[in-house]
DNA sequence: GTCTATATGAAGATAGAC
DNA sequence: GTCTATCTTCATATAGAC
């Protein structure tokens, strides 16, 4: 039984409660309250709350661009795909504090701004190569233009499905299910499929509910 | 030439703020600066900050469910859809603080979580009605299930596209453009239109762009 | 590393004069 | 209706003892 030392109790902790009531209700004092110690020794590990933020941010960065990094010439299955939508919605579930209130949380660690901002880019990309990759392997039929429209619509549903599900559903559950995410994001995809590969697609998708 | 009352002239400058820099980072003090009152005159008016907040929301209110009222059995042309969701873009931007930060303002004016939530399921309801409208009028084919998944999809870019638009595109313009969202949104139905409608609708959302 | 006690400063809000 | 002055509250952050 190892014991976890307190700067991680601290992360993690902040992170749960970031989560539950959204970062601006979390006080340094509600921290480590929680965790019950002393507010002095929170700041003997982190010399600002900002800091908490950014180490998380940073964390979620990490995690992110590992998950990015997407083969530009590989041939990806319907199922591989779905996998990594799967995985990245647990990625954005786990960080969803900083979906809920992005402009506040962004306008007050303005650093994070350019560093979200690229994440974004990198995800709209991550689906163009998914999506033409799908081409290539003749799965799918879709225009030039409407391609661009269909990955913005895709980075959109990633970042705020989470947010927008639990809003819509007064559900007072702490885990956010990515099921429901990843069906609507399958189901976007879907108009541009071919036949056959529609109903493989469809089926999937039932998966997800 | 008309004077404009203060209590007026404050609910105007604390949306401008407000949808500038985000309802959190703007102080009562900030909006009497802006004014140039005192802030003792701005608690004459108001009684407090949220109940600033409160009488923007009951304006936002009452100008979306003005706009929501579809009647349920007109033949709706894809004009008047374009149309429609240009105005809801419009309504949306004016109002874009409460969209920008919804957990946060949501939870802090807790009452204002259930009208939200009320808006939401009747944006989504005229989606509904739009779109069955265009069935039973053969402009459109689509399977119950992606119907439903559909106007979610719609009701979520109606919410978070302008957030979304501004965000990836580091614009410091302060007025935002409806047009790209309305461009998107038009994407979103395009795929279960009828190959006529298909291309009739393409062109109507170039002129969006 | 952890505690208690305290400083700092900002935001929301009120009282009372004009 | 509007102002100035002031109060309260509370979150962030620091100092110094253990």
């Known amino acids: 039984m190892k014991k976890i030392k307190t700067r991680d109790r601290i992360l993690n902790t902040s992170l749960s409660l970031f989560n539950c009531v959204g970062e601006p209700n979390v006080t340094t004092l509600l921290i480590s309250d ?3 110690i002393s507010p002095g020794n929170l700041y003997y590990h982190f010399k600002s709350k900002g800091d908490i933020v950014e180490e998380l941010f940073d964390q979620f960065e990490a995690e992110m661009l590992d998950l990015l990094a997407v083969p530009e010439d590989a041939d990806i299955s319907l199922d591989q795909q779905s996998f990594f939508l799967h995985l990245m919605f647990e990625t954005v579930a786990r960080y969803r504090f900083l979906y809920q209130d992005l402009v506040n949380v962004l306008s007050r660690y303005d650093q994070l701004q350019t560093r979200f901002r690229r994440l974004l880019k990198k995800k709209t ?5 998914i999506c033409q990759s799908f081409r290539r392997q003749n799965m799918m039929t879709i225009e030039e233009e409407e391609l661009q429209s269909l990955c913005e619509q895709l980075t959109l549903t990633a970042c705020y499905w989470n947010s927008f599900d639990s809003l819509s559903h007064l559900n007072d559950r702490e885990s956010v299910d990515p099921g429901r995410g990843v069906y609507q994001m399958l189901h976007l995809v879907m108009p541009y499929l071919a036949g056959q590969q529609q109903a493989e697609l ?3 998708s039932q998966d997800y509910l």
Do not use: G, K, M
């Open 34 to 36: 929680e965790l019950d």
């Open 125 to 129: 990309n991550a689906f163009l190569v």
């Open 202 to 204: 469809r089926l999937i």
